[in-house]
């Protein structure tokens, strides 16, 4: 078995992300800033905060949960943090956002909550004071063999509205 990356915790690195996207102007149109795992548009920014290895090789039960719990770790890390600054966060469920169960005409779910609500199934959710934004912190997974991905998000308040 490899042996496991240790968690950090947060990290000023992850800080930094974190103050940089909740202050940051929204982008006018949706791309990737670089290649540092960020990107945004219009009302949004999301960041990759940390990630894991890929499972490609290995899908072992003992493999994928504890690369999860590594990154969960960091997570409620994080979040003792930014409760400190913010208050205490809100648990968001992202399924509502995939529109399965809204009978009526299908309305696009608005960035970042489009992309998040496709890898993860609930986030952690600060508003942001004096803003119209909001901060998530989300562990996603877009397939099975690829990386867990330890997400920042950013948004307007209005696209919690569904």
């Not at 970042?112 to 996603?140: D, K, Q, T």
Request: charged share 25%; aromatic share 10%.
């Amino acid at each position: 078995m490899p042996p496991q990356q240790q968690s950090a915790g947060p990290t000023d690195g992850q800080l930094s992300v974190i103050d940089r996207l909740s202050s940051l102007p929204f982008p006018e149109e949706k791309g990737r800033a670089g290649s540092d795992g960020q990107w945004g548009g219009p009302g949004f920014h999301l960041a990759v905060l940390r990630e894991s290895r890929d499972f490609w090789e290995d899908r072992s039960t003992e493999i994928v949960e504890a690369a999860e719990e590594e990154l969960e770790a960091d997570l409620a890390a994080l979040a003792v943090v930014l409760t400190k600054r913010w208050g205490a966060p809100e648990t968001v469920d992202l399924w509502p956002y995939l529109g399965f169960d809204d009978p009526g005409p299908h309305v696009a779910t608005r960035e970042p909550l489009s992309f998040l609500c496709n890898v993860a199934g609930s986030m952690r959710m600060w508003r942001l004071p004096n803003s119209e934004r909001w901060f998530g912190l989300a562990i996603g997974q877009a397939d099975p063999e690829w990386q867990f991905q330890l997400l920042a998000a950013v948004g307007e308040t209005s696209s919690l509205t569904r």
